[in-house]
């Protein structure tokens, strides 16, 4: 017998991991360089793992359902009111809720696209109509564009700030004239999973954003610069009232207890997320450089990625060079832009295996 579903769950995408591109048995190497998920190439820092290991032996309770040191920590950090601070198990978890908080059937929601993976299945698992607008010349958000695509059923817009997939930055002057012109019934969400990352401004800058504009979150995640993707935690800084109806939807012990003792941790280590991002600058000027020598476009990288361009080289085929070279990337065509590649920085010697697999798919 078949179980009857909902409608609406054939309208919910389906979200292909990284790692199931390469198959080490099939790749005839001993290791797959990672570059497929935006992960940090290095663990947690020490201080973490110790906090980790001893926050083991009290699994037996509960988590604090309030996150209240975790929070504690985040307001510390950015002098922002723990009351406007959620945190979630991972940021998608404050994505999927907020769009459960904010959107019926007969809302919309408005997202560039290409943009990150997650973002349909907000739509999805609502059954709020998506509207979804190209990105303009270089892989960058047309805000214009976007600003035309709110109408009255508008509740929710989310901008990704840098892009994910295509690496792209929009300066903190460019968002806040945006949200000057966008509706007070919209309300938005600024992605900032990797601002850490970028190098145009203080990452902090965006925060002003949140003393100005009533109608923001912003988001941001233990899972990449902090190297915690395995744990899952996020956050998102915003008005006390969106934190109240995004915990309303959701079960109470939803950040489990090593999540928010590591998290806690974390980011009172400041000086390695300071390091980490100057390291991810100096592999992100290695890399330009030798796609560049190989004469591959590049869209302007903000991140800990960046977005080639295939031209005329075939994308499945170049796909399989590099999982045969156990190199393993995401494919543009999953990301909703055939013809591209996101390739996250890895270590040095994995970013050397990419550029030499990719050389040779030139023939
Ligand atoms: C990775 C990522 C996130 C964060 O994921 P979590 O692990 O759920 O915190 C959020 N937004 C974007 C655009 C991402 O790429």
Same mark, same amino acid.
């Given at each position: 017998?078949?179980?009857?579903?909902? *409608?609406?769950?054939?309208?919910?995408?389906?979200?292909?991991?990284?790692?199931?591109?390469? =198959?080490?048995?099939?790749?005839?190497?001993?290791?797959?360089?990672?570059?497929?998920?935006? $992960?940090?190439?290095?663990?947690?820092?020490?201080?973490?793992?110790?906090?980790? &290991? +001893?926050?083991?032996?009290?699994?037996?309770?509960?988590?604090?359902?309030?996150?209240?040191?975790?929070?504690?920590?985040? %307001?510390?950090?950015?002098?922002?009111?723990?009351? @406007?601070?959620?945190?979630?198990?991972?940021?998608? #978890?404050?994505?999927?809720? %907020?769009? %459960?908080?904010?959107?019926?059937?007969?809302?919309?929601?408005?997202?560039?696209?290409?943009?990150?993976?997650?973002?349909?299945?907000?739509?999805?698992?609502?059954?709020?109509?998506?509207?979804?607008?190209?990105?303009?010349? @270089?892989?960058?958000?047309?805000? =214009?564009?976007?600003?035309?695509?709110?109408?009255?059923?508008?509740?929710?817009?989310? /901008?990704?700030?840098?892009?994910?997939?295509?690496?792209?930055?929009?300066?903190?002057?460019?968002?806040?004239?945006?949200?000057? $012109?966008?509706?007070?019934?919209?309300? !938005?969400?600024?992605?900032?999973?990797?601002?850490?990352?970028?190098?145009? #401004?203080?990452?902090?800058?965006?925060?002003?954003?949140?003393? &100005?504009?009533?109608?923001?979150?912003?988001?941001?995640?233990?899972?990449?610069?902090?190297? /915690?993707? @395995?744990?899952?935690?996020?956050?998102? /800084?915003?008005?006390?009232?969106?934190?109240?109806?995004? =915990?309303?939807? &959701?079960?109470?012990?939803?950040?489990?207890?090593?999540?928010?003792?590591?998290?806690?941790?974390?980011?009172?280590?400041?000086?390695?997320?300071? &390091?980490?991002?100057?390291?991810?600058?100096?592999?992100?000027?290695?890399?330009?450089?030798?796609?560049?020598?190989? +004469?591959?476009?590049?869209? =302007?990288? *903000?991140?800990?990625?960046?977005?080639?361009?295939? %031209?005329?080289?075939?994308? +499945?085929? !170049?796909?399989? +060079?590099?999982?045969?070279?156990?190199?393993?990337?995401?494919?543009?065509?999953?990301?909703?832009?055939?013809?591209?590649?996101?390739?996250?920085?890895?270590?040095?010697?994995?970013? $050397?295996?990419?550029?030499?697999? /990719?050389?040779?798919?030139?023939?």
């Amino acid at each position: 017998m078949a179980i009857s579903f909902t *409608q609406k769950i054939a309208r919910i995408p389906h979200y292909e991991a990284g790692a199931a591109s390469v =198959d080490a048995v099939e790749a005839e190497v001993a290791t797959i360089a990672m570059l497929a998920s935006n $992960e940090s190439p290095f663990p947690p820092v020490e201080g973490v793992i110790e906090a980790v &290991r +001893g926050a083991a032996g009290s699994l037996n309770r509960y988590p604090d359902p309030g996150a209240r040191e975790l929070r504690g920590a985040i %307001a510390a950090r950015y002098d922002f009111a723990p009351s @406007g601070i959620a945190v979630g198990n991972g940021s998608c #978890e404050i994505l999927l809720a %907020a769009a %459960a908080a904010l959107l019926e059937p007969w809302h919309e929601i408005v997202y560039a696209w290409p943009s990150f993976s997650m973002y349909p299945h907000l739509a999805g698992i609502t059954d709020a109509r998506a509207v979804t607008v190209p990105l303009a010349e @270089g892989w960058v958000h047309d805000l =214009d564009a976007m600003l035309g695509a709110i109408t009255d059923n508008t509740r929710l817009l989310v /901008l990704c700030n840098p892009n994910n997939p295509t690496s792209t930055y929009l300066p903190t002057e460019a968002i806040a004239g945006f949200l000057e $012109e966008v509706p007070d019934h919209v309300f !938005v969400i600024l992605d900032e999973a990797y601002i850490e990352f970028q190098t145009v #401004e203080d990452p902090d800058t965006s925060l002003d954003l949140l003393r &100005r504009f009533a109608n923001l979150a912003v988001l941001r995640t233990f899972s990449k610069v902090y190297g /915690l993707a @395995g744990l899952r935690v996020g956050y998102a /800084l915003a008005p006390e009232q969106f934190r109240v109806g995004v =915990d309303t939807v &959701r079960q109470p012990f939803t950040v489990n207890h090593l999540a928010q003792v590591a998290a806690t941790e974390a980011i009172r280590h400041q000086d390695d997320v300071a &390091r980490r991002a100057e390291w991810n600058s100096v592999e992100r000027l290695w890399m330009e450089e030798e796609l560049a020598e190989l +004469g591959f476009t590049v869209a =302007d990288s *903000q991140a800990n990625f960046c977005w080639v361009g295939l %031209a005329d080289l075939d994308e +499945g085929e !170049v796909m399989r +060079g590099l999982a045969r070279a156990g190199v393993a990337v995401r494919p543009g065509k999953g990301l909703g832009d055939p013809g591209f590649l996101r390739v996250t920085y890895g270590r040095r010697a994995e970013n $050397e295996r990419f550029i030499e697999a /990719l050389r040779d798919c030139l023939g």
